[in-house]
C-alpha cells in the first residue's frame, strides 16, 4: 500500500495547477503484510499529522510543512 498527497484548491475539491501527487508513506514491512489502511490527515498549526494503521498497529506521522 502507498499513500500520496497532493495540494488543493481553497474550494477543497479541485487539484491546484502545477500541484503533484507526492508519496508519503509505503508500507514496507513483511508484518504488517504491506498493508495501510484507514488514513486520516489533522492539521495542528504548524504540522500535519497522518495517522493510519498496518495489519497489527497503529500509528502517527508529523509532517512538517513549509508552506
Keep these: 500500500s502507498k499513500i ?3 495540494e488543493l484548491q481553497y474550494n477543497g475539491i479541485d487539484f491546484a495547477e502545477d500541484s503533484e ?3 508519503i508513506l509505503e ?3 513483511d ?11 489533522i492539521y495542528r498549526d ?3 499529522y497522518l495517522l493510519f494503521s498496518g ?7 508529523k509532517l512538517n510543512t513549509t508552506k
Design 4 to 6: 500520496y498527497i497532493r
Design 21 to 23: 501527487f507526492v508519496l
Design 27 to 29: 508500507a514496507t514491512e
Design 31 to 41: 508484518s504488517d503484510d504491506n498493508v495501510i489502511e484507514g488514513p486520516s490527515l
Design 46 to 48: 504548524p504540522y500535519y
Design 55 to 61: 495489519t497489527f498497529s497503529f500509528s502517527l506521522l
